[in-house]
């Protein structure tokens, strides 16, 4: 028995989320970011749980870690040189891509510079056929001139992708072989190996965004692993990834692609988890910090997942949870443009300096700043007394923005919150037409440090009727990666019609898949526990350019029954569509397998019960909709299961603020959750 450790890095604090195994307590803590010594915030942060709660270092047995390294090395366009292998005469696949265009319908619209410049693009000679079989043999020769071409244009690394590798990867690998002979200092990936799937714009594209981001993550992780050894944490780090689990950092070192999505999805991850505790089936998360709202779906208690979620400008093709990212979090810059037309994001103040009101040298005017001035924050420290909000510097920064458009100061402040609002307002509705549901019938779950601070007024635009606040909103990402299952995707390439003489090639990759997850889990993670397969396929009908994925039964392959994974597919066409042809052959693209190893998950404690109206700590004069309003400020900390209260009023707590406005009537439940029902 020890302590488990959940860790969230954002654009303006660390999270921290501490479970004890022996008592089944958790624990919350934030620290503000030092962008100018990346990774000091963590020891600082288990400094401060070791002297406030007790925790010494050798104790802790997990240390689950959420990181935009990844993400952002690409976003910056910081990541390395690379050279990329192809088959001679497709020097071209990262240039053409998909022929398509950013914005469809605009004059201006250009793709990306590609990750790899065209001088780094080599052509190497050799062919392998779809079925396998070499046309061509590798032309060794070739391959040892791009070598010492990369070398001479100072490459760090190389990428091989050539045609038709996820069937036989028989010449990336020899490829391979060759380039650790003649450049050793160089760092190789295959492919093959990063994500071995049909489609080779989407499959070469995945392996370099894995090159590109290598040497940073590497670097990252390997001074986390000596920072924590350091320290005393003998746990070797977990690092949570894009598909919602978590692997070893050893392992993230190269397999860098897989945690891209690391920090939103252990978000998305936490909501869940949270969603399933209060008993809520089907959610909007709405996950706010100091740079940016990402937003996603649950439905039927699953957060949802997807292919060709964007990374900066480019497309991940490997599973990972949906996550909508917006520019607006609580440190997004209020400006005005040469028009005279206030805006909102997407550049963001950061933790240095920060919003106005954090008294740390930032004059510019933020969303948060834009509460404070509206009077819903200041009247007390934020973030666990890190932060002493400074309401005068608020209003210095927002008058600077009133002065330019014309209007008030609470006027000014109140319109900051609407843009952000519409920003939100209309990605979501972009991100549920997708899903073809009804945002109404959900409920909507904001977290994050400014997450509560919005919600409400998002739920009234949206005409959500119901907002879940939980425990503990500022630390849910964290808390993600403190209950994610070790989990990893593998994927084979079979392309064979669900049909009867289909099912000895479906048997064999089964097996395959089977034995690779396995080993995955058994030896590279050293995990011993609880396993959960789960299989589905990637179909479509013929004819059609792409696929959707289907979950299947392990028995439906075993046995051989292509009539029970073709019905499964017409069923999941029809939801999707509203359209299926059950005479129509179904065709297997892609047999997927997911395997997840269980860890454990904390046991949250019942609340306190009261009943009636708790006691306000004060009131306040609060600012919206036009009008001022005197308001009860309410601790979270005095709340108990049954409480129930109406807006508008201010909850405030040490991860974050929530301001609700009238029309909200809030109920404590069992866990200490505050549920929000919005009348007519």
């Given at each position: 028995?020890g302590y488990?450790i959940?860790v969230?890095?954002?654009?303006?604090?660390i999270?921290?989320?501490?479970?004890?195994?022996?008592?089944?307590?958790?624990?919350?803590?934030?620290?503000?970011?030092?962008?100018?010594?990346?990774?000091a915030?963590?020891?600082?942060?288990?400094?401060?749980?070791?002297?406030?709660y007790?925790?010494?270092?050798?104790?802790?047995?997990s240390?689950?870690?959420?990181?935009?390294?990844?993400?952002?090395?690409?976003?910056q366009?910081?990541?390395?040189?690379?050279a990329?292998?192809?088959?001679?005469?497709?020097?071209?696949?990262?240039?053409?891509?998909?022929l398509?265009?950013?914005?469809?319908?605009?004059?201006?619209s250009?793709?990306?510079?590609?990750l790899?410049?065209r001088?780094?693009i080599?052509g190497?000679?050799?062919?392998?056929?779809a079925?396998?079989?070499?046309?061509?043999?590798?032309d060794?020769?070739s391959?040892?001139?791009?070598?010492?071409?990369?070398?001479?244009?100072?490459?760090?690394?190389i990428?091989?992708?050539?045609?038709?590798?996820?069937?036989?990867?028989?010449?990336?690998?020899?490829?391979?072989?060759?380039?650790?002979?003649?450049?050793?200092?160089?760092?190789?990936?295959r492919?093959?190996?990063?994500?071995?799937v049909?489609?080779e714009?989407?499959?070469?594209?995945?392996?370099?965004?894995?090159?590109?981001?290598h040497?940073?993550?590497?670097?990252?992780?390997g001074s986390?692993?000596?920072?924590?050894?350091?320290?005393?944490v003998?746990?070797?780090?977990?690092?949570?990834?894009s598909?919602?689990?978590?692997?070893?950092?050893?392992?993230?070192?190269t397999?860098?692609?897989?945690?891209?999505?690391?920090?939103t999805?252990?978000?998305?991850?936490?909501?869940?988890?949270?969603?399933?505790?209060?008993?809520?089936?089907?959610?909007?998360?709405?996950?706010?910090g100091?740079?940016?709202?990402?937003?996603?779906l649950?439905i039927?208690?699953?957060?949802?997942?997807?292919?060709?979620?964007?990374?900066?400008?480019?497309?991940l093709?490997?599973?990972?949870?949906?996550?909508?990212?917006?520019?607006?979090?609580g440190?997004?810059?209020?400006?005005?443009?040469?028009?005279?037309?206030?805006?909102?994001?997407?550049?963001s103040?950061?933790?240095?300096?920060?919003?106005?009101?954090?008294?740390?040298?930032?004059?510019?005017?933020?969303?948060?700043d834009?509460?404070?001035?509206?009077?819903?924050i200041?009247?007390?420290?934020?973030?666990?007394?890190?932060?002493?909000?400074?309401?005068?510097?608020?209003?210095?920064?927002?008058?600077?923005?009133?002065d330019?458009v014309?209007?008030?100061?609470?006027?000014?402040?109140?319109?900051i919150?609407?843009?952000?609002?519409?920003?939100?307002?209309?990605?979501?509705?972009k991100?549920?037409?997708?899903?073809?549901?009804?945002?109404?019938?959900?409920?909507l779950l904001?977290?994050?440090?400014?997450?509560?601070?919005?919600?409400?007024?998002?739920?009234?635009?949206?005409?959500v009727?119901?907002?879940?606040?939980?425990?503990?909103p500022?630390?849910?990402?964290?808390?993600g990666?403190?209950?994610?299952?070790?989990?990893?995707?593998?994927?084979?390439?079979?392309?064979?019609?669900a049909?009867?003489?289909?099912v000895?090639?479906l048997?064999?990759?089964m097996a395959?898949?089977?034995?690779?997850?396995?080993?995955?889990?058994?030896?590279?993670q050293?995990?011993d526990?609880?396993?959960?397969?789960?299989?589905?396929?990637?179909?479509s009908?013929?004819g059609?350019?792409?696929?959707?994925?289907v979950?299947?039964?392990a028995?439906?392959?075993?046995?051989?029954?292509?009539?029970?994974?073709?019905?499964?597919?017409?069923?999941v066409?029809?939801r999707?569509?509203?359209?299926?042809?059950?005479?129509?052959?179904?065709?297997?693209?892609?047999?997927?397998l997911?395997?997840?190893?269980?860890?454990?998950?904390?046991?949250?404690?019942?609340?306190a019960t009261a009943?009636?109206?708790?006691e306000?700590?004060k009131?306040?004069?609060?600012?919206?909709?036009?009008?001022?309003?005197?308001?009860?400020?309410?601790r979270r900390?005095?709340?108990?299961?049954?409480?129930?209260?109406?807006?508008?009023?201010?909850?405030?707590?040490d991860?974050?603020?929530a301001?609700?406005?009238?029309?909200?009537?809030?109920?404590v439940?069992a866990?200490g959750?505050?549920?929000?029902?919005?009348?007519a």
């Amino acid at each position: 028995m020890g302590y488990r450790i959940g860790v969230d890095i954002g654009g303006t604090f660390i999270d921290f989320c501490l479970f004890d195994e022996s008592s089944g307590e958790l624990r919350t803590l934030k620290v503000l970011t030092t962008p100018a010594t990346p990774g000091a915030e963590i020891m600082q942060g288990l400094k401060i749980l070791e002297d406030r709660y007790g925790v010494p270092p050798q104790e802790i047995v997990s240390f689950v870690h959420g990181t935009t390294v990844g993400i952002n090395t690409v976003i910056q366009r910081k990541g390395a040189s690379l050279a990329l292998f192809t088959t001679e005469k497709f020097e071209d696949v990262v240039e053409l891509a998909r022929l398509r265009m950013p914005e469809t319908y605009s004059l201006f619209s250009r793709r990306p510079d590609p990750l790899v410049p065209r001088d780094l693009i080599f052509g190497i000679g050799e062919r392998m056929l779809a079925d396998g079989s070499v046309d061509r043999p590798l032309d060794e020769a070739s391959v040892a001139d791009a070598v010492a071409r990369a070398r001479a244009k100072g490459a760090q690394g190389i990428v091989v992708a050539f045609l038709n590798a996820y069937r036989n990867p028989a010449h990336e690998e020899a490829a391979q072989a060759i380039v650790r002979r003649l450049a050793p200092d160089l760092f190789i990936f295959r492919s093959s190996e990063v994500w071995p799937v049909i489609r080779e714009y989407e499959r070469t594209t995945t392996a370099l965004i894995n090159g590109y981001i290598h040497p940073r993550v590497d670097l990252y992780l390997g001074s986390l692993q000596k920072a924590l050894i350091d320290h005393g944490v003998a746990a070797e780090p977990l690092i949570t990834k894009s598909n919602g689990g978590v692997m070893s950092a050893e392992i993230g070192k190269t397999n860098c692609v897989s945690m891209v999505l690391s920090g939103t999805a252990s978000g998305v991850m936490g909501a869940t988890w949270v969603s399933a505790e209060a008993g809520v089936r089907n959610a909007v998360t709405l996950d706010i910090g100091g740079t940016s709202a990402d937003v996603a779906l649950i439905i039927d208690g699953k957060p949802q997942f997807g292919m060709g979620e964007k990374i900066g400008e480019f497309p991940l093709y490997i599973p990972s949870v949906s996550v909508t990212s917006i520019g607006d979090g609580g440190g997004s810059i209020a400006w005005v443009d040469g028009f005279g037309v206030l805006k909102v994001g997407p550049e963001s103040a950061g933790s240095d300096p920060g919003p106005a009101c954090y008294g740390k040298g930032g004059t510019r005017a933020t969303i948060t700043d834009a509460f404070a001035v509206c009077g819903f924050i200041g009247h007390h420290q934020l973030a666990y007394n890190s932060v002493a909000p400074d309401v005068a510097k608020a209003r210095a920064a927002v008058q600077q923005v009133a002065d330019k458009v014309g209007l008030g100061l609470r006027e000014t402040a109140e319109a900051i919150i609407r843009i952000a609002i519409s920003g939100m307002f209309m990605e979501i509705n972009k991100l549920v037409a997708r899903y073809g549901v009804d945002v109404r019938d959900f409920a909507l779950l904001p977290f994050g440090g400014a997450g509560p601070m919005l919600g409400c007024f998002l739920a009234r635009e949206l005409g959500v009727d119901r907002v879940l606040i939980p425990t503990t909103p500022g630390v849910v990402s964290a808390l993600g990666g403190l209950i994610a299952d070790v989990k990893n995707d593998f994927i084979r390439t079979v392309f064979v019609d669900a049909e009867p003489d289909a099912v000895a090639v479906l048997r064999r990759e089964m097996a395959a898949l089977d034995a690779q997850g396995a080993r995955w889990l058994r030896e590279e993670q050293r995990f011993d526990g609880a396993v959960e397969a789960r299989w589905s396929c990637d179909m479509s009908y013929k004819g059609q350019s792409f696929e959707i994925e289907v979950p299947i039964q392990a028995h439906w392959l075993r046995d051989g029954d292509m009539a029970a994974i073709a019905t499964a597919f017409h069923d999941v066409h029809e939801r999707t569509y509203d359209f299926c042809d059950r005479a129509a052959p179904a065709h297997i693209v892609n047999l997927r397998l997911v395997v997840a190893g269980s860890t454990q998950k904390p046991q949250l404690r019942p609340l306190a019960t009261a009943s009636g109206r708790p006691e306000p700590e004060k009131m306040l004069d609060v600012f919206y909709d036009g009008v001022e309003h005197r308001v009860p400020l309410y601790r979270r900390g005095d709340l108990r299961a049954g409480h129930h209260f109406a807006g508008p009023c201010v909850v405030a707590q040490d991860d974050s603020t929530a301001c609700i406005p009238g029309g909200f009537a809030a109920e404590v439940d069992a866990l200490g959750n505050i549920f929000l029902t919005r009348s007519a």
